[in-house]
């Protein structure tokens, strides 16, 4: 997989840098950022990797569990999506996707916002997985579109052709009302002259036929069962250590993670997995 991985000394010169601006209000924070020679290095090296291969970890860049830091990072790479950093770990009692210990399937991010979907999600480890054990997979879309095209056009055409109801409570966008939003769209959809993006949550799915109580049509749930199959040929999976930040084209990729591993202790608080969450759309 494509890694950027930060020099002892470059990543040394980042680490004063973030110490020395570390208690700035947001909005200076950004410029600072947005003004560092060092990080106008990395953006423009994990960018170039990022354009090309539509994903990049980047590895001992210098800072971490630093919210305002990673925000004004994020923010090199296109306009700030959502309202805030999100951070998740891993719990035993979850009402959302990002917490659940159980492993998360082949997805977009707020693939229901339509034309204010993110480009780009972020994801920075703040602290591992005790065991190890959470892994991270991304499948590059175009690598699948071209295996279908010699191997079940028929597939292809459908994904391309059948729209799909989905379903969620509310989105990241700022200016989103935090209710029912439903879609009925395409999984893939070509995006300028050629460029095919693909839009798909399997929860979002399920959720619209629990929802309005209706039963999936059987040729529905095996197309989806059957792109999800070929998906899975293309998946690569990799360990996000601490610190690490991996960025991914949230149109162009699906991402998952695997099963996560939780550690009880004595005074009956949890050592898990805890990440730091942020996403951009393209400049406005």
């Known amino acids: 997989m494509p890694i950027l991985k930060i020099s002892n000394e470059l990543s040394g010169v980042i680490s004063t840098?973030?110490?020395?601006?570390?208690?700035?209000?947001?909005?200076?924070?950004?410029?600072?950022?947005?003004?560092?020679?060092?990080?106008?290095?990395?953006?423009?090296?994990?960018?170039?990797?990022?354009?090309k291969n539509n994903y990049v970890l980047i590895k001992n860049i210098g800072f971490n569990k630093d919210k305002s830091l990673f925000e004004a990072f994020i923010k090199l790479f296109g306009s700030f999506y959502g309202e805030s950093i999100e951070y998740a770990d891993i719990r035993i009692e979850c009402n959302y996707t990002a917490c659940d210990y159980n492993l998360i399937e082949l997805h977009n991010d707020d693939m229901i916002a339509l034309e204010k979907m993110p480009n780009y999600g972020f994801i920075q480890v703040l602290k591992e997985d005790p065991l190890k054990l959470a892994k991270n997979g991304l499948v590059k879309i175009l690598e699948v579109v071209n295996y279908l095209k010699y191997h079940?056009?028929?597939?292809?055409?459908?994904?391309?052709?059948?729209?799909?109801?989905?379903?969620?409570?509310?989105?990241?966008?700022?200016?989103?009302?935090?209710?029912?939003?439903?879609?009925?769209?395409?999984?893939l959809y070509y995006s300028g002259k050629n460029d095919i993006h693909v839009r798909f949550d399997l929860g979002t799915i399920d959720t619209y036929y629990w929802q309005n109580k209706l039963e999936q049509p059987r040729k529905e749930k095996k197309m989806i069962s059957d792109f999800l199959d070929t998906c899975k040929k293309f998946r690569k999976e990799f360990y996000i250590e601490q610190g690490d930040i991996l960025i991914h084209n949230n149109k162009t990729t699906l991402h998952d993670r695997t099963q996560t591993a939780i550690e009880l202790n004595l005074d009956g608080s949890f050592n898990s997995r805890e990440i730091f969450v942020g996403f951009t759309k393209d400049y406005e």
């Open 17 to 51: 840098f973030s110490n020395k601006i570390s208690n700035e209000l947001q909005d200076n924070i950004d410029i600072l950022v947005k003004n560092n020679d060092s990080f106008s290095l990395i953006y423009k090296n994990a960018n170039s990797i990022l354009l």
């Open 152 to 187: 079940d056009a028929e597939l292809l055409e459908d994904l391309m052709s059948v729209k799909v109801p989905m379903m969620t409570y509310g989105i990241n966008y700022n200016d989103a009302n935090k209710e029912w939003t439903s879609l009925n769209e395409t999984i």
